[in-house]
């Protein structure tokens, strides 16, 4: 059995396939000219040299494997549709028929919690519905839920839907590593009262979801399953909880939700009137998402994939700490040097 990982060099990509070879499972990852995935133990691991967004790659990548989790994704509420549709959308309609092409038996999609929208204001399950969000993040995954719908329907592909939440651990320089900084250095603002909760779930355990998904029974086929850690954690708690890790003060300094995401829009009117390629210092996508009320439910994951967290926040700051230590201390860097 060999299991094809695309987004390997990224956050969840790099983790799924540390379980995969963990588990002694044959490995092959789709990575772009020049990249590196460094292994201790890589006699499981094959490197196919591609882009996601080019169908002979595809082809290529695909010869022979028996599984496929799809974690490449543009990320990031900021930049060009098109480009958000291009890897998104078009490269996941290529992916997918390549792969029925060839005859896989089973394809994991990751695909978010923001397909429900940035601010539930309080707790949803799998049949929430579809909610299009301001950012072309938001919308090019939802139309690529929808894509794969209709698939699965017209053609019976064996399609398996994951929708982490809040991924942060080891590796996290865009989420967790940011804020370490932020708070290290008593940059960091709370967003509200700091009382909402935040759907989190460490890395390990969202990479453990997506292999279980890889090899769920039939029955799982066609469903989407929310991926978090249902383990209650407030905004405060988790910012608090970094600030006690690093050995600092906790943020003080908080600023009123609703104007905080009024600011954000005007912010993004700002940066498009401007045409800026960099994202602007504050977004709506951001804002909501750390100051916003989202709790999800994962019963169907825990019944369906035997999907059950193992690392609490407590443990996974702590790990995630670590990480951030590792990476920001200048005698590890130069010992490395």
């Known amino acids: 059995m060999t299991t094809l990982v695309t987004g390997a060099t990224g956050l969840l990509g790099s983790h799924v396939t540390d379980v995969l070879l963990a588990r002694g499972e044959r490995t092959r990852v789709l990575v772009r000219p020049g990249s590196r995935v460094d ?17 002979p790659s595809l082809v290529r990548a695909v010869r022979e494997v028996d599984r496929i989790i799809h974690c490449a994704a543009r990320t990031g509420p900021w930049g060009p549709e098109v480009e958000y549709r291009k890897t998104n959308v078009t490269a996941l309609r290529m992916l997918v028929d390549a792969a029925i092409a060839g005859g896989v ?31 072309p993040y938001s919308r090019s995954k939802v139309a690529g839920e929808q894509l794969l719908q209709d698939i699965v329907q017209e053609q ?41 909760h935040l759907p989190l779930v460490y890395v390990s355990d969202a990479a453990e979801a997506a ?40 943020p003080r300094v908080h600023i009123p939700y609703r104007p905080a995401v009024m600011l954000g829009a005007l912010s993004e009117t700002v ?20 100051g916003g009320e989202n709790r999800f439910v994962i019963s169907r994951a825990r019944q369906d994939l035997g999907f059950s967290p193992q690392v609490n926040l407590e443990e996974g700051v702590r790990q995630s700490v670590d990480w951030y230590r590792s990476v920001h201390d200048p005698a590890a860097e130069h010992r490395a040097a």
């Open 105 to 135: 038996q089973r394809f994991v999609h990751v695909s978010s919690i923001t397909v429900h929208g940035n601010d539930l204001r309080g707790a949803a399950d799998e049949s929430a519905p579809l909610r299009r969000e301001s950012n």
């Open 211 to 250: 292999v279980l998904a890889s090899h769920a029974p039939k029955a799982a086929v066609g469903n989407a399953y929310l991926i978090v850690n249902d383990e209650p954690v407030t905004q405060w708690g988790y910012l608090s909880r970094i600030a006690a890790e690093l050995g600092v003060p906790a």
């Open 271 to 290: 940066g498009r009137l401007a045409r800026r390629q960099r994202p602007p210092p504050v977004t709506r996508y951001g804002l909501q998402l750390l």
């Open 39 to 55: 292994r201790p133990d890589s006699s499981n691991l094959e490197l196919c040299v591609g882009d996601i967004t080019d169908q």
């Open 156 to 196: 019976r592909a064996p399609v398996v839907i994951v929708r982490p939440g809040w991924i942060y651990g080891p590796r996290d320089t865009a989420s967790f590593g940011r804020f370490a900084a932020l708070i290290e250095h008593g940059r960091m603002v709370v967003v509200g009262s700091g009382g909402n």
